[in-house]
Each structure stands twice: as C-alpha cells, then as structure tokens.
C-alpha cells in the first residue's frame, strides 16, 4: 500500500510540469559534460560503479537498449538519457523509452493501443493517464508469485517497477529545485559519500537524505548549492560544465578519502574500449577465415591466420577476464554471466594447445566456433537478465578461496566437456559426409583428441565437484546435499567416468565414444544452465526465459548430432558387410551358396 | 566351487558393472533432481538417495530402480575387488589405484556420514545459552520426571518408535523407571489443533487434524495421541501432544507430577554455546546480506573461550562442527532483536571428504599427465 | 494369595488391552537423561486447548470481547464511509482497491464496489472511456461526456454511465455477451470516488435503482453527515495533523515526527524528539498467525518468556479501528515495549513503540491517543 501512495505522489507531482512552461534542452550535452556525468561514482545494488555503468542497465532495463533514438532524432546514449532524466524531466517524458513486450499490458491499465505495435515503445507522456491503473495492478500482481504471473501480470509489474525508476530519477534532484515538493522517496542511486571512514557508515546518501540530514556539515551545504547550480545553470553549457567539474572533484575527494572510487577509471575503460565486441569480432573473423580453410584445406598461411585471429580473440577476452578480477577484487567467476566468459576462453585456450599439436586445423575450427557462440552467449544474456553484470554477491559466496578454487575447477570442467562435445560432433557429422574415405587416420586422430579433452574435463570435473561438497560442508554443515546444482555438477562427473570405463572395457571405441561425448554435452547445459530453471534449491540464481529457447535448441542439436552419427554408423556397417562377403567369396571361390548365406 | 567363486568376483570386479552402476546412479540423480521441483528435498533425498530399492512413476507408468544405497554399496565392492585389490599393479595404473581409493575413501566417509550422525540446530537470541541441539525434522516424546532444585530427568521416546505409529499403528512404551506405560496411537507428520467435541478422536474438545505435509519437512508440525496406563491400577488417560504446544501435559501418576511433551529430538553437546553478539551486514542501500557472524562463548570441560562462528568458517571440537546457518525473524526492522541459528553436525567422518578430494586429485592428476605426456609425444610424431 | 490374585488381575488386564488393541507392540525405552537447565511448571494443569493456544473457550471469560463485525444493514464500521445496503444485495469484504463491494440482487456474476483514488485519477474522460473499451465500445467524445446525466454521489452530483455491450472484463479478456455496466464518477484532483456496477444487463437493469439509492447513502460514519465529510486526500489545514498511509489515517500525536518508510511497515514514527524511540504500524491480511503468538513474537524479542491464552485474556483493552486492541506492555533487556495489537479475518494490525524505558513511560499517553485516532480508509 505504501509503495502505491508513493508511485501516486510522484507521478501526480511530475504531471503539472509537463505542460510546456519548462524550457527544452536547446543543444546536445557537450562530450565534455558527458565525460564528466559518466565518470561520477555512484553507489547503487550494493557496490559504488561509475555513473555510466548504472545508466547503461538502467536504460537497458527500461528500454531494452543500449541507446536511444530521440523524439528529436538524436542518438542519446545512456548518460546522455541519464542527464536528460534528471536535468530535464519534462523533455525525457516525452521520449519513447518504456518497452512493452506486449500491448494488452497497456491496454489493461486502461490506455487506447490501437496506434501502437504489438510491441513498441512508450514515452512517459503516453503511459501518464493509466498511473493510478498501472499501480493499482502493479500492486495486485506483486502480490502474486513471480511463477503464476500471467504474462500481461509480469509485463504491469515490470512496466511499474521502469516508471518508478524513471519517476525517482527524475525527481532526484527535487530537492535542490526551486518550488518542487518535497520528495518522500529517496533515490535510485546515492552519489554523495559520506564525511566519515568506511567503516563507521558505508552507505552514501542521496540529494534528499543530504538535504533532510539533521546536521550538515559546510562542506555538505557546499554540495548542495552546487548541485542547485547544476539545475539552474543546465541550460548555459560552459557553466554548467564548469559547475559539474567542481562537483565531480568534490565528491571524488570524498570518496578518495573513504578510499572507494579507485576503481571507477577501470570500470569505465572497460565498458568504453567494448574489450569484449573487439574480442567477438575476432573470433567472427576467425570464423569467416576458417571457412575460407576449409575450401582451400592446404594454405598454410590461411592457417596461420586463423591461429592468429582465434589467438587474438582468446587474449583480449583473457584480458576483459582479468580487468574484471581486478575491479570487482574476485577470482574469475562468481556469477553465471561470468561463467560463459570464462568457459569461453578456457575453451579457447584447450583448443588452440590441441591445435598447436595436431595442427590438424579441427580445433582452431572449433575454438572459433566456441568463441562467436560463447560471446554470443554471454551479449545475449546480459541482454535478457539487464543487471549490472558486477553485482554484490550474497554472504556464502564472500570466499575468494572457495570461489578460486571450487568454482573455478568445476568451470573449466564445464569448458574441457563442452569442447569434447564440439569435437565429438564434428566427428560424428564428418563421419556422416563420408571422412573415412578421403583420409582415415582423420577420423582416429579426433576420436583422440575427443579422449584426451575428456581425460582433462574429469580431472577438473570430479575435483572441482568435490571442493563444491567440501565448501558446502564448511559453510552449511553438509558435504552433500542433493540440491539440483550439485546434482547436476554430480551427473557431469558420473556421465564422464561412465565413458572413460566404458572405454576402458571395450565397450565403447572411436564412434561410441564421440557418440557418448556429444551427449555428455547436454550433461553439461543441463547442470550449467539447465538446473537453474528448475527453480529450486540454494543455488538457484533466477529465471531467464531467453535461456529456456536457447538451453532446448542446444539440447536438440546435440541429440540431431547424435542421431545422424547414428546413420552414419549403420551405413558403416552395411558398408563394411558386402567387403566381408567378398572376402569370403575370393577365400572360398566354389562355395559361393554357403558365402551368401553368410 | 572355486571356478564360481573365480566367476563371482569376476562380475563384482568387472568395469562393465562399473559402467552399468555409474549409468544407474546418474539416471536417480536425474530423476531426484526432477523431482525436486514438485516434492519436497527431504521426500526426494528418502526415496532416491536413502533407499534400496524404489519404484518411479513416469507418468502412469511404474519402474522399479535399485535406490541409491544399493547402487553405491555396489560400487563401493566393485571399486575395492576390481578397481583395487585385482587391479594390474604398475607404474601405468598407479595414478587409477590412488584415485580409487580416494573414492573408497569419500565412500565411506559418506556411510559414516548417514549411519552414524546426528544433525541439527541451536537457535538463540543474544543472552542465551544451550547445550544441546533440536533436529530439523525428527520427532520425541520426552516425559520429564522432577528431580527438585531445577533438576529434571528426560525419559525419551525417540521418532522411530513414533513412527510406528503412523496410520492406524499403535506402539506400547514401557520406560524403564517409570510408573506408567505410554500408549502411542495416530502419530501425524503435519497437524493442526481444532476445537472440536463430537469427533471420535477427540480429547477434551479438541481434535488434531492431518495437515498434507509441506515439501520443506521442517515445516511440518507434528501430533500424537497418547494413552498413559497406570502400572499399578491400569488406569488409562487420554491425551494429545501437539508439536507447537506452548506447554508440556502434566499428570500426576504415583502421587507424583509428570511432564509430557512432543518435541522435535533433542541431542546433548559436550560443550555449551552462549550467543553474545549477533552481527548481520547488509550491502550498502541494498537487501542483501553481506555477511552474517554469531559471537558465541563456548564453555568446555569447566573452561570458557569466545569465537566467533561465520560463513564459512564453523566452529570445530570434540566431533561436533557448529555453523552460522540463518538468522530471524525474517523482514525485522532495525532495532529489532535478531536471533541467530546455528546448525549442529556431530559427523565422525567430517574431515575425510578432504582427505579423499586430496588422493583423488593426486592420482587423477598423476594418471593424466602421463597420458598426456605420452600423447603429446605421439602425436607430434604423426603430425 | 492376595500377590496371585493382583499377578490373574494383572494378566487378565494386559490380555484384554491386547485383544483390544490389536496387539499393540510393547517397547521398552533406555533413552534417559538428566538435564538440570529446564524450567518447568510440574503443578500447572492445562486444558489442551489451552496448551495448543487455541484460546479461552468460546463460553469463557473473552467471550464477550469478541468484537461483532457483522453489521446489519448500515454496514461501514471500520470505514469512516457508512453506507446502507439495498435490500437483497449480498456485502463483501472490502479489498485494497474495493472500499464497499457487493453482489448486487445477490447474484455472484454481478459486481458492485466502491473505489476510492488520491488525486483525479487521470481525468474524467479516461475514466468512463476505459469503462466503456470495458465493454467494447468507442471512446466517447469530451463533448459528449460532458453531456452525460448527473445523480448524486458522495455528497455531490456525479456523472453516471450507462452502458450495455460485451464485457471484456479489467484485462480484456473475457468475453460475455449482453452486459451492461452503470458507473458513477466524482473526479476532483483532490481525490476521486467511482461506484461501478457490471453484470449480465437483466441485473444490472432490475438493480438500476437500487444502484442510485445506494450511491444516495454514502456518508461519513460520524453522527453529522455534511456534503463534504468525505475526504480523500489529508487537508493541509487541520488542526491536528491529520494523516493518511493511503489504507490507515490518524492523528500524528504532538513532537512525533514521520520516520523513512521501511518494508513491512504501513506507517513508521519517531516518537518525541531524536531518533531512538519509534512508533511503527504494520498491516498483515488475514490472522497473521493470531494474536497470542505476536504477542509472544514481541516479548521474545525483550527476551520476555512467552505468555499463554489465559494471560491473554487478561491484558488490557483499547479501542483501535473500531473494535478492541490488546494492549502489550513488557520491559527487558534495558527496553521497553508498548504495543496494539488486533487481529480481524480480513487482516491483522499491529502498532509497536519500544526503546528506552524513560523514553516509552514519556510517550505512553500519547502512544495510547495515537492508537485511538486510527481509522481504515483513505
């Protein structure tokens, strides 16, 4: 109830000041400005991050977007939308911003949607007659669980949740505008760092909590007015760039102080030098030279290029990996988004080590391949999940230790098996397009190399499991508990021993073994990707309906894999049948009844 | 004889029993894994991972499996008779053998774990101290006998015994010392208390009505009907004990007061824990702990000593391991008094998880690298 | 001889158990021990229903206190709206959004309520075209609403829409043929009423007047009914200042101060000067688990043991929301706790004050004047 009170307020109160008494932005923010706005720190979802890298989720989450096409036909990038929000109010609320996957969910709050797409963009000026509606609902459905939410029930409840972001931001600044009420909420984010040390408060304030605070100190009222200075002067560029410098190097000093912020010019080399687009078009470089390779199969120097360009990909991502280490203070992989990074260039590395010996240009090929999905991957989940893909992690996770070594291990487990299961494939399809005949030593020399992945994912596999057993014993007081994670971690471990011994035994050989590494493949997404679905247990992180699509299309590629090499196999054997017959009949030339019989 | 015997052991020992047992306890984790989102982990962990032998119902249709325990009872001779004592011995398969045994090793740590440990919690504001630990899902009747100045002795009837009470069961208890049988009848997991006179079941106006148990078994709350006999008079009592009941039944039998209360098992420590201070710390701005550690005074054998237990960093001594689990009430406001708990494990196999990660991981890397090795050798040659 | 006849007695009483209880297994029990940190009350005879907290009997001593929320016919009693039901029509329970909501002529497909809103609500126009695309029919133009009827309505004359057609329902998407809606709507910025009714166009039709009649008796719940009693937003310049967390308005007692909102809580108060005593108000709906254990839940947090029904029963009353609050007071832990509690079918409302003992004796009065200014509704 309270958060309808308040969702009312603040949308009653932005409504009388959009009626065109507010000056419009007259020109585009200066680079200078923007450089500025970008580099301030924030602290927001628990960890202070430059102002840029919150603009980008949230324009992500509100928009779906990375920028935005203006009413006026700029290109607004996030920080420029940031500015616009906060500075002037009145002009973002005429921008088409809100994304609607499905229209019915404006419809239910009352609006006409006959003009619009089935899935379109909303500016705040068009969505305003439905507020109380939208609350209203919004409030109805929070009530009811995120998995029996309808889907017109989850698009209100997302649409709500964007127009508060929106309406917080746009009057975060309310407290230092002239005539504006007084906000009751406080703000999305908090920018001014306290005057303390760390440790006595760690949370920074928002302009409304420094504006209400009890006793503020000269150097607080000093940030204040300038504050009011930005809103006053944001129609004058040079003085409000001015104005922002000095802002900028206030809080800065303070966060100094604090010792927080060092890491901010870090974070915003790494979003700004796109490390990981850089890496993902080399490998989609790589790709379109492997294809060349393959139809000119003896050029050693379109080989060397392709090592080069696969190489090239591997290291900037290895880079990208270690920047992000270095901010966040972390071991490679503590979240899911990190994980694909990681598998990615995990399997990167195994690949291009294979090549180096076989040089038989397969696992370049492969790596490749790796590369464009895994970037692929990870873009379209960040896309999906539109979280900063630096959160805070919950207490059981604060353990470099553990992360370092449990985590770690069982990822490249994840990387080692995925690639066996790429290779496998590649067996499997080749076999079907008739290798064996053009040169049958191909053909054993990838079973191999499927083998050796293997031997390498279950040493990571099988330890990086049971570090997870040991963790879980230190920190819940059981080595094992059956959660669906460690289920899935378990059957990863189980399905690869079970094709070592099966081999050790006869039972599988070169084509059992591709056969059983390609599925072993599906293990893995399933205890990747696939438990995290179900929606149970301690280590589930969260729904991405994205990922079902992707996890299923996956699944079925591999058993299409599978099926095929099956094909493959039987004309093998119908093949090798009319030799044996032959063989006989040559050995036995007068016995030619008894032959056929055979 | 000897050629059967030879025969036998051959099939224990065979790496093809290996397979078709890895094969068999990958599919139950499959399915316990399934099955995790409709059941509860406590019913799953029971039929799958508990068992010796099970029926699965896909769909209409059912199958029997071999449930978990046989499966890796199985595994644990085939690993000791094929993968170690018949195993060629050599330089080639001494990275298999240690691995091997740092599998027995995990093995067996894991049916020490299940046959003979007890798990729990203390659960305790700032200021209180407790020397013993509940179970999260078992149940006792405990009747307390007044020994005078603040001393009681516990006479317990433990959850196996009430078990047999389930559905129309019905279990005579004759405690040792005591003037009185108890008579236990329609023992229920999940239950709620209802006014109510004309049912047959019902004790003094109130009935105790089945509830469907909830998928997270410590949820449930459990009832019982008791019947007290008088040893000497073969007077019978009714009574009902309810497991959330905020006081025990007292009846006075042989002149003297009983206490009678349903519980959830209680097990003694050897040493007692004091929470001194509970700390919770949240993400700046955000709902999200951080991190969370109980300040605790443990007092053993006459002498005291303060720790501090936190994730991920329990507290260890005389078989006993001690963990931050949780803290409550849930959505408290500042200011609110927290209250911390802990979970109890007595586990004498506690350390040979580790000590089988670390042989596991000597003889898997020892084994492979030399494959490697020959493998890179070989192959650079054909290259 | 008198041993022999106890040992026949003895065996005849055992045979007999046995055949009547079907064999129960006899199970001996080692398991003992001796503890020496129980408190244990060895002389308390409870009934059961006493010891499963399920309350006094309904013919003890609390009987009376039970408070009586069926109202008849005038209904409103935790509202500060009265109404009178028409004849024939079935009440609700009211809901977040559903201040007075019915069935009219008792039928279940036909819906009637009362919604009250802050603000305009998004003007006039928006709202009796989103009632009209409610039964798929065009948007009427400002002109043509402006020449819609009038009837009174909450102390003032409302526009009152008429309409049949197909019911599409809040979200589009049912679909009933042949219904029909009659809707009322006050819109003002200082806070908006609409009384709706829809259902298969017969009802709707035969309950045309029951409709207008009802609308007729929206009144303020006190004795003096004045055209403007109905209030929806907090005006500014009250004497007391009154205030409002959209379900709940009271009296913000003197030297209190409004404290952030926080999850959980409907109403958050620092009481008197500083920031070390607070007042907060939660809401839950439905029985919140009772009373008794609330209470308890409050005392443990002192480090207080827990209290039983019979103690209960013996608390002081206050009157809050129309019907009797427990009144809690416990002290522990250099804290002191005063707090309301009252539990209802539809939900639950707690208020709690606690903090250093002198701080809370000082604010105890005005803790008390706060709980009786607490009323339901906007």
């Known amino acids: 109830m309270s958060v309808l009170a308040c969702a009312l307020s603040l949308a009653i109160a932005i409504a009388p000041r959009g009626e065109g008494d507010a000056p419009s932005r007259a020109q585009p923010w200066s680079p200078r400005t923007i450089e500025l706005a970008g580099s301030l720190a924030v602290q927001e979802g628990g960890r202070v991050k430059p102002a840029s890298t919150f603009a980008r989720f949230a324009l992500l989450r509100i928009s779906g977007g990375q920028s935005l096409e203006s009413v006026r036909g700029e290109s607004l990038s996030p920080v420029e939308w940031l500015l616009d929000v906060m500075l002037y109010p009145e002009d973002a609320a005429r921008e088409k911003v809100f994304l609607v996957q499905d229209s019915d969910a404006v419809a239910a709050i009352g609006l006409d949607v006959r003009d619009k797409k089935k899935r379109d963009r909303w500016s705040y000026e068009e969505l305003q007659p439905g507020m109380p509606r939208l609350f209203t609902l919004a409030h109805d459905y929070d009530a009811i669980p995120e998995k029996e939410r309808g889907s017109v029930q989850g698009q209100v409840v997302l649409l709500a949740g964007n127009v508060m972001t929106f309406l917080r931001l746009a009057r975060e600044l309310d407290p230092v505008r002239e005539g504006a009420a007084a906000p009751i909420d406080t703000g999305v984010f908090a920018c001014i760092p306290p005057d303390v040390p760390i440790a006595r408060a760690e949370a920074w304030a928002t302009t409304t909590e420094l504006a209400t605070k009890a006793q503020r100190s000269p150097e607080d009222t000093a940030i204040l007015a300038s504050l009011a200075a930005l809103v006053s002067r944001r129609a004058d560029p040079a003085a409000f760039e001015t104005e922002l410098s000095a802002f900028s190097g206030r809080l800065a000093a303070r966060a100094h102080a604090r010792g927080e912020g060092a890491k901010i010019a870090l974070e915003r080399f790494y979003y700004a030098s796109h490390v990981i687009g850089w890496s993902l078009a080399a490998f989609l470089a790589s790709f379109l030279v492997a294809c060349v390779l393959w139809l000119r199969p003896t050029s050693r120097s379109i080989h060397a290029a392709l090592f080069a360009l696969v190489a090239a990909g591997v290291l900037l991502l290895v880079g990208a990996i270690a920047v992000r280490c270095v901010i966040r203070g972390r071991p490679p992989v503590s979240t899911l988004y990190e994980s694909v990074l990681f598998v990615t260039a995990v399997g990167g590395i195994l690949a291009l080590f294979l090549e180096s010996i076989h040089r038989n240009r397969i696992a370049v090929s492969a790596a490749s391949v790796l590369g464009v999905i895994g970037l692929f991957i990870a873009n379209g989940y960040e896309t999906l999940d539109k979280q900063d893909t630096m959160p805070s992690l919950v207490a059981v996770l604060d353990t470099n230790f553990w992360l370092a070594t449990h985590v770690t291990a069982i990822t490249i487990g994840y990387s080692a098996g995925l690639l066996a299961a790429l290779l496998a494939s590649v067996y499997l399809v080749a076999k079907l397009v008739g290798f064996r005949r053009a040169d049958p030593s191909f053909g054993r020399s990838l079973a191999r190399m499927v083998y050796g992945v293997l031997c390498f994912a279950v040493i990571f596999s099988t330890v990086g499991t049971i570090l997870g057993g040991i963790w879980a014993n230190e920190s819940w007081g059981r080595f094992w508990g059956w959660d669906p994670k460690e289920n899935g971690a378990l059957l990863i471990v189980i399905s690869q021993l079970a094709i070592l011994h099966a081999r050790m035994s006869g039972w599988l050989r070169e084509h059992g073994i591709c056969t059983a590494a390609a599925l072993g493949g599906t293990v893995i997404a399933f205890s990747w990707w696939g438990v995290n679905l179900l929606g149970v247990g301690l280590h589930s992180y969260g729904f991405t309906s994205g990922v079902h699509t992707a996890l299923w299309s996956y699944y079925w590629t591999q058993w299409s894999v599978v099926a095929l090499g099956g094909i493959a196999w039987r004309r093998a054997i119908a093949r090798r049948e009319p030799v044996a017959t032959q063989a006989a009949r040559l050995r036995q030339p007068n016995r030619t009844e008894s032959g056929q019989a055979a | 004889m000897r050629a059967s015997l030879e025969r036998a052991l051959r099939a224990l020992s065979s790496l093809r029993l290996a397979c078709v047992l890895l094969l068999f306890l990958g599919l139950l984790t499959w399915l316990g894994t399934l099955e995790q989102v409709t059941s509860g982990l406590y019913d799953v962990q029971k039929k799958y991972f508990e068992s010796f032998v099970l029926v699965h119902h896909a769909g209409p249709v059912p199958i029997p499996l071999p449930g978990a325990n046989l499966v890796l009872s199985l595994l644990f001779v085939n690993l000791l008779v094929g993968g170690m004592l018949r195993l060629r011995k050599g330089v080639a398969t001494l990275g298999v053998l240690v691995a091997h045994v740092g599998i027995a090793v995990l093995l067996v740590g894991a049916f020490v774990k299940h046959r003979f440990s007890d798990e729990g919690h203390v659960t305790l504001y700032e200021g209180q101290r407790s020397a013993t630990f509940q179970s999260y899902f078992l149940w006792e009747i405990a009747i307390l006998e007044d020994l005078g100045s603040g001393r009681v002795r516990e006479h317990l009837i433990p959850n196996g015994r009430l078990e047999e009470a389930l559905g129309s069961g019905r279990v005579r208890i004759a405690p040792s010392g005591l003037p009185f049988d108890v008579e236990v009848s329609r023992f229920l997991r999940n239950c709620a208390p209802r006014r109510e006179g004309a049912d047959a079941n019902a004790v003094d106006g109130v009935v105790l009505e089945e509830r469907p148990a909830h998928t997270e078994a410590e949820q449930n709350i459990a009832g019982v009907a008791i019947e007290i006999v008088d040893e000497k008079d073969g007077m019978r009592r009714q009574a009902l004990l309810w497991g959330a009941e905020s006081r025990p039944l007292v009846v006075t039998v042989a002149g003297k007061p009983w206490a009678i209360t349903l519980r959830h098992e209680e097990y003694p420590m050897p040493f007692s824990v004091a929470l001194d201070r509970f700390t919770k710390e949240d993400h700046p701005r955000i709902d999200m702990p951080k991190s969370f550690a109980s300040d605790v005074t443990v007092t053993e054998n006459g002498s005291s000593r303060p720790v501090r237990i936190s994730m991920n960093a329990p507290l260890r001594s005389q078989g006993f391991v001690v963990y931050q689990a949780s803290w409550g009430p849930a959505g408290a406001g500042p200011g609110t008094p927290l209250y911390s708990t802990l979970a109890v494990v007595r586990n004498p196999a506690d350390r040979l998880p580790l000590a089988g990660c670390i042989v596991i991981a000597i003889g898997l890397v020892a084994h492979f690298a030399r494959k490697l090795f020959r493998y890179v050798r070989v192959e650079g040659r054909t290259a | ?378």
Not at chain 3, 168 to 195: E, K, Y
Not at chain 3, 241 to 250: M, V
Not at chain 3, 295 to 309: F, H, K, M, S, T
């Open chain 3, 1 to 378: 001889m008198a041993r022999v006849v106890h040992l026949v007695a003895c065996a005849a009483f055992v045979a007999s158990c046995g055949s009547s209880n079907d064999g129960a297994a006899v199970r001996t029990v080692e398991r003992s021990r001796v503890v020496g940190d129980r408190a244990v009350d060895f002389h308390r005879g409870d009934s059961t229903a006493d010891r499963f907290g399920l309350g006094a009997s309904p013919h003890g001593s609390a009987a009376g206190k039970a408070p009586a929320t069926v109202p008849d016919g005038s209904s409103g009693s935790k509202s500060p709206i009265a109404w009178t039901v028409p004849a024939g029509w079935t009440e609700l329970p009211p809901t977040a959004m559903r201040t007075a909501n019915f069935h009219p002529g008792g039928d279940p497909h036909t819906d009637c309520y009362l919604t009250l809103l802050g603000g305009d609500a998004g003007g006039l126009g928006a709202n009796v075209n989103r009632w009209r695309a409610q039964l798929s029919l065009p948007a009427l133009s400002p002109s043509e609403i402006d020449a819609l009827p009038r009837s009174p309505f909450v102390g003032g004359d409302a526009v009152l829409v008429e309409a049949n057609g197909t019911w599409r329902g809040m979200n589009g998407t049912d679909s009933n043929v042949g219904w029909a809606l009659t809707g009322l709507l006050h819109v003002d910025p200082n806070g908006s009423a609409f009384l709706k009714m829809t259902g298969p166009a017969d009802v709707v039709a035969a309950q045309h007047d029951a409709f207008l009649q009802l609308a007729r008796s929206f009144r303020s719940a006190k004795a003096e009914v004045h055209g403007d009693e109905v209030r929806f937003a907090p005006a500014g310049d009250d004497h007391a200042a009154r205030s409002s967390t959209g379900e709940f308005s009271f009296e913000i007692p003197a030297g209190w101060r409004k404290a952030p909102e926080r999850p959980m809580r409907n109403a958050s108060f620092y009481a008197g000067p500083g920031e070390d005593l607070e007042c907060y108000v939660t809401v839950f709906p439905g029985e919140a688990g009772g009373i008794l254990a609330n209470v308890n839940r409050w005392r443990g947090q002192l480090g207080e043991p827990a209290i039983a029904d019979a103690d209960l029963a013996a608390l002081h009353r206050i009157p809050m929301l129309g019907r009797e609050a427990v009144l809690v007071e416990c002290t522990g832990k250099g804290s002191q706790l005063v707090g309301a509690a009252c539990a209802g079918a539809d939900r639950s409302v707690f208020v709690k004050m606690s903090g250093p003992p002198e701080r809370v004796q000082q604010q105890r009065s005005a803790f008390l004047q706060f709980c009786a200014s607490i009323r339901s509704g906007n």
